[in-house]
């Protein structure tokens, strides 16, 4: 179980105020906080070890050359891939699901194949496969949704057919906190020849993960998300698969060897790596993995879970007045610390301000799922999302803020 109040203690920006009351940060999905640990590591790097990378022969160099190098195998073995071979540093997961259309896609897609993804996915898993598909004339194809917001895998067989070369999808929605089945998934997409990519950016912060398990053949994940800085994240790539993999971006550090009119590629997984990379960033998510390892992953969920679970009975009274909606499946071993919901009384901008007066920062919008807003038939939604260091007290203080806001903007209605 976890410390709460020992883990808040690491993460100094909880202890500041906004509009004179103590900060609620819900906004996890969009980006978690930092560990006094991670900033330290930041320091530390420009204190102490700044240089550029790989090939310096001096002392600095090579001490930030395996710091980096550390981190990498850090990553590798927090998603339990076999090697570091597979693991490409990356701005994002947006970032890492693009390098994959440009690189993998764009050789192994033709006329006519196609591409299974689903109707709750992230922009970033949903528009490069438009990109791709329209360039090599492949097509998309989706997954629909059950009334709880889950897959509704009643027609997977003839969705998978032989012309689906990629199974996209993401492990945790970031609107609806539902978490995916992509062992399932990945067994049945790779019975039907097709290769699958895990969209991780909600679910490697959250839940233990492990790529051998789930043999994915893609895991995409940003750093910022999991305590880490902005700017680093990582694509995981099954070794047969990066091996047949032509890298994108060309220029220093990932060549072997340059002549006047060709070149030849450096090892696996600096071919993918081309320039200066984020040095400092990716010491700092190593840090920020060391976190969570010493948190324990199993832990991270069950506090999750918790408040989850907190969460959707302090938002039940609202439900049954249908003051408001909440979404996703009500289930809490089906999904993660995210909570999407909608009132009528109030638009989702109009909460969020009002909530950010009470010091309470929610998200609210589309959540780049603007097509998923459109099946959910409404504008945008407000969205809370927990991690480690949030209470049950903050999901009270978030609930009774939601019941104000909405009896205030109900008053304002009735009264013009
Ligand atoms: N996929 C999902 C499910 C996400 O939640 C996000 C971030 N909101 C992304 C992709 C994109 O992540 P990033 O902006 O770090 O590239």
Known sequence: MLDVKAVRKDFPILSREVYGKPLVYLDNAATSQKPAQVIQALVDYYESYNSNIHRGVHALSMEATD???????????????????????????????????????RR????????????????????????????????????????????????????????????????????????????????????AGARVLIDGAQSVPHLKTDVTDLDCDFLAFSGHKMMGPTGIGVLYVKQEVIEDMDPFLHGGEMVLQVWDDRATWNDLPMRFEAGTPNIADTIALGAAVDYLESLGMDNVREHEVAITEYALNAFRELEESEEVRVYGPRDVTQRGGIVSFYSEAVHPHDLGTMLDREGIAIRTGHHCAMPLMGRLAVPATARASFYVYNTEEEVDLLVAAVRESIRYFSGTRART
């Open 67 to 105: 710091r980096y190098e550390e981190s990498r195998r850090k990553f590798a073995a927090f998603i339990g891939a076999p090697s570091t071979t597979g693991v490409v540093l990356v701005r994002n997961t947006t970032e890492a699901i693009n390098l994959v259309a440009q690189t993998w896609a």
């Open 108 to 191: 192994n897609l033709g006329p006519g194949d196609e591409i299974l993804t689903t109707h709750m996915e992230h922009h970033s898993n949903l528009v490069p496969w438009q990109q791709v598909a329209q360039e090599r004339g492949a097509s998309l194809r989706f997954i629909p949704l059950t009334h709880e917001q889950a897959l509704d895998l009643t027609n997977l067989d003839s969705l998978l057919t032989p012309r689906t070369k990629l199974l996209t999808l993401n492990h945790m929605s970031n609107v609806l906190g539902t978490i995916n089945p992509v062992k399932e998934l990945t067994e049945a997409a790779h019975r």
